[in-house]
């Protein structure tokens, strides 16, 4: 079966482009580098080689925004972004992240105390071997912390001239209208995709205001992917797989969405980086929205 494969970087460029705050220009099919880690996100991979592969083969194929945080690994995704693709081709932009502190696999809290949200930036800097990060983002809302305070820090670095825009990770509509108020916000990072459709709302309002909609783990999972389902069905007609037409699914719902797919595996990478050049009519599309919505 034939897979959409990306044609040198025809395909990620197929994917249009965004301007997170008017000015910074990315293919709108990014990666994400969360799974580069490894398993519960924690520690080394299993085959760095094949990870510093992935990284250098997304740039190969024209991906200029790539998303990972402090917390993968910890430490372990910026070292190996910056092992493999440092010094940076021009255009490209890294998008990391603060916030969240690890005790183990699969375990995350909260931490948005001004002092640590500094030391996260100055850490993510000399490890990315960064002067200014394009895009950095809270990666959760510390509720024990206003979050005019934890935005305060990061809008004191921004005009230090170590962050350049500043994005939120995982809120809701509410919080980003009051994050706004603090500080300039390009961009929000939610879980979204054809499976779980619940920051629609966050998601409408950044089309409105034409912020980056970053959707974390974009490929649909469980019954609503599986083998010889209705999505399968309606894949396969177009010679594609349902990853590739997840992907080409968020493409299609905004402008603004600018879906990271992750993966460990430059064969994976390659088929989910075909997605962008997926092309379905309106009520393809439309059947495909509402088979989304009858299996969540």
């Not at 040198?8 to 994400?32: I, P």
Request: with cysteine; glycine share 10%.
């Amino acid at each position: 079966m034939k897979t959409n494969l990306p044609d040198d970087k025809v395909a990620v460029a197929a994917s249009g482009e965004f301007k997170l705050g008017g000015d910074l220009a990315v293919h709108r099919l990014g990666f994400g580098a969360m799974r580069i880690t490894g398993p519960g996100v924690w520690g080394e991979p299993k085959d760095p080689a094949e990870a510093r592969r992935v990284l250098k083969r997304a740039v190969e194929l024209g991906v200029n925004l790539i998303d990972t945080a402090d917390s993968y690994g910890p430490e372990v995704s910026e070292r190996l972004i910056a092992e493999a693709l440092h010094p940076y081709p021009a255009g490209l932009v890294i998008a990391t992240k603060g916030g969240l502190t690890r005790s183990g696999p699969e375990q995350w809290a909260p931490v948005g105390r001004p002092e640590y949200l500094r030391q996260c930036v100055e850490l993510s800097l000399r490890r990315l071997k960064l002067e200014r990060i394009d895009l950095y983002q809270l990666h959760r809302i510390d509720p024990k912390v206003p979050v005019a305070e934890s935005l305060g820090a990061l809008k004191e670095l921004q005009q230090a001239g170590k962050i350049r825009h500043i994005g939120l990770s995982e809120v809701s509509v509410k919080e980003i209208e009051q994050a706004r108020k603090t500080v300039e916000i390009v961009s929000v990072q939610n879980l979204y995709n054809l499976g779980n459709q619940q920051s629609a709302a966050a998601l409408d309002y950044c089309t409105k205001h034409n912020l980056g909609f970053i959707p974390w783990f974009p490929l649909a999972a469980g019954d609503i992917s599986r083998a010889g389902g209705a999505l399968d069905q309606v894949a396969k007609r177009h010679g594609a797989t349902v990853s590739q037409l997840a992907i080409a699914w968020l493409l299609h719902r905004s402008p603004v969405v600018l879906p990271i797919p992750g993966t460990s595996s430059v064969k994976h990478l390659e088929e989910n980086l075909g997605g962008a050049s997926l092309k379905l009519s309106d009520a393809e599309w439309a059947e495909v929205t509402k088979l989304a919505a009858q299996s969540s």
